[in-house]
């Protein structure tokens, strides 16, 4: 197997990566009352340390009421928990690596034995006052990746939580300026979101964002049907500032719109001209949705990928699950040492390796 597109080196603004392989960002929930321990740190420093050239933490949530739907998800807030994220990024950097928070909020999701629906007022409406704030918020972490030496800022703007719950049609029924009858309208708190970030950060930082079409409420849902509406929504978001689109697709070989065999990160180039991220089952045959009802799934290998990376449809290629079983996965493939590669199990979910 050819991997050896997988380990060009990549630059683009601030941001010099040794290769093309990102770690995906992968809620652990294991940050005791929103703090990251030292064996988070350990176990992002693994990954650091064997070949992964950035990494992109779990999702981390900015200092707004209703921001995660589990204590233990890490806040990107606060004396205590960002002292913990300083111990994260000084890790990582010991060991050789690059990387950035993924900055959150989960929206009208909370409904976990942590915050039983019962429990909590029901989901409002936000007011504009919220929105304003909120945006505020989703800056102020950014600039603390900043100012705590993070290489990069990517924000979750994917999956069915907030920013994706303005996008979509199905959630967004407002009827103020951040509603609308398209996409375009509905990308505003989004194009919001990226401003704000940009002018606290400054023109060099790095800025990611992730998106899907797919939502865990609905695997099949688009929000753009055509190239052209999703020009409509990545357009704007370059202009306001993003750098790096991040495609979210659950299996990276599936063609986004008929006619071509181009994937969601392709089209996304080909679109902005702004590099791209692709991901989904790198590495592996099953989709990442087996591996929450309790599925295992075997390793394959990444003719498929390397394919299409060398064709130039994507920049960087990120990988979750693959690399929540092995921490020394990249550098497996970097020795081309595939008979040492791993099957991902079930139960590696809850275990930090
Ligand atoms: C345990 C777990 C937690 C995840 N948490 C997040 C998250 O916090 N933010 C996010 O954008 N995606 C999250 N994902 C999705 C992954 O980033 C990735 O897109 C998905 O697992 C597909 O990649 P894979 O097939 O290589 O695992 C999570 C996936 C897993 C398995």
């Known amino acids: 197997m050819n991997t050896e597109s997988l380990f060009k080196p990549f630059q683009y603004k601030n941001l010099k990566l040794k290769n093309r392989i990102v770690m995906a960002p992968m809620t652990r929930a294991q940050s005791d009352n929103g ?27 900015i200092n707004r009421p209703a921001s995660k739907n589990m204590q233990n998800i890490p806040d990107f807030y606060g004396t205590e928990a960002l002292n913990g994220w300083k111990n994260v990024i000084d890790a990582v950097h010991e060991n050789g690596g690059k990387m950035g928070p993924q900055i959150w909020h989960v929206g009208d999701t909370r409904n976990s034995p ?55 049609e199905v959630t967004n029924t407002r009827t103020d300026e951040y509603g609308g009858k398209n996409i375009k309208e509905r ?53 306001a500032g993003v750098d790096i689109f991040h495609c979210s697709q659950r299996r990276f070989w599936e063609p986004e719109f008929e006619g071509s065999d181009l994937n969601f990160a392709g089209w996304a180039k080909k679109i902005t001209g702004q590099p791209t991220i692709t991901v989904g089952s790198v590495g592996l045959k099953g989709d990442v949705m087996g591996a929450f009802s309790g599925q295992g799934t075997e390793k394959e290998d990444l003719t498929e990928l390397t394919r299409r990376l060398e064709r130039g449809d994507f920049d960087l290629v990120a990988v979750g699950r693959a690399l929540l079983q092995d921490p020394e996965w990249a550098k497996k493939i970097k020795e081309q040492n595939t008979e040492a590669l791993q099957d991902f199990k079930a139960e590696s979910m809850g275990v930090l390796y």
């Open 187 to 239: 990308s505003r708190f989004a194009v919001d979101v990226v401003k704000a970030i940009r002018a606290a950060v400054g023109e060099d930082f790095t800025i990611i964002i992730r998106l899907s079409q797919w939502k865990q409420q609905n695997y099949s849902t688009k929000l753009a049907n055509t190239p052209e509406e999703m020009a409509e929504w990545l357009l704007p978001l370059k202009e």
């Open 114 to 168: 942590d915050y039983p629906l019962q429990d909590m007022e029901k989901a409002s409406t936000m007011t504009l006052e919220d929105i304003q704030d909120t945006i505020a918020q989703f800056a102020a972490s950014a600039k603390k990746a900043k100012d705590l030496g993070f290489d990069v800022v990517e924000i979750h703007g994917a999956h069915g939580y907030l920013i994706d719950q303005f996008f979509w």
């Open 35 to 61: 703090i990251p321990t030292q064996q988070i740190a350990d176990y992002y420093a693994r990954r650091a340390a064997s070949e992964v050239g950035l990494i992109l933490s779990e999702g981390t949530v």
